[in-house]
């Protein structure tokens, strides 16, 4: 397990608290919360919402988020 993605609170739609968005109301799927899945694409019950950055947030901060994932998914074999 990598963690909670930091993905998510940066996301437009995340509540702020127990794992809980807009695009999931019941609780954020374990995929994208352990950074497994990045929700920029299509995921079952998202109800059409996806990633989306806060207006304030630094793209070069999520970009590094997101190419930390793949390194660590990668050094973990789940890439």
């Known amino acids: 397990m990598i963690g909670p993605s930091p993905i998510c609170?940066?996301?437009?739609?995340?509540?702020?608290q127990d794992r809980v968005c807009a695009a999931f109301p019941a609780g954020i799927?374990?995929?994208?919360?352990?950074?497994l899945d990045d929700h920029?694409?299509?995921?079952?019950?998202?109800?059409?919402?996806?990633?989306?950055?806060?207006?304030d947030a630094d793209p070069a901060a999520i970009e590094a988020e997101l190419k930390f994932r793949d390194a660590m998914?990668?050094?973990m074999g789940s890439a």
Do not use: N, T
Request: some cysteine; proline content about 12%.
């Open 40 to 55: 920029q694409a299509p995921v079952a019950g998202d109800g059409g919402l996806r990633f989306e950055p806060l207006p």
């Open 73 to 75: 998914r990668e050094r």
């Open 9 to 16: 609170f940066r996301c437009r739609h995340y509540a702020g």
């Open 29 to 35: 799927p374990d995929a994208i919360w352990k950074s």
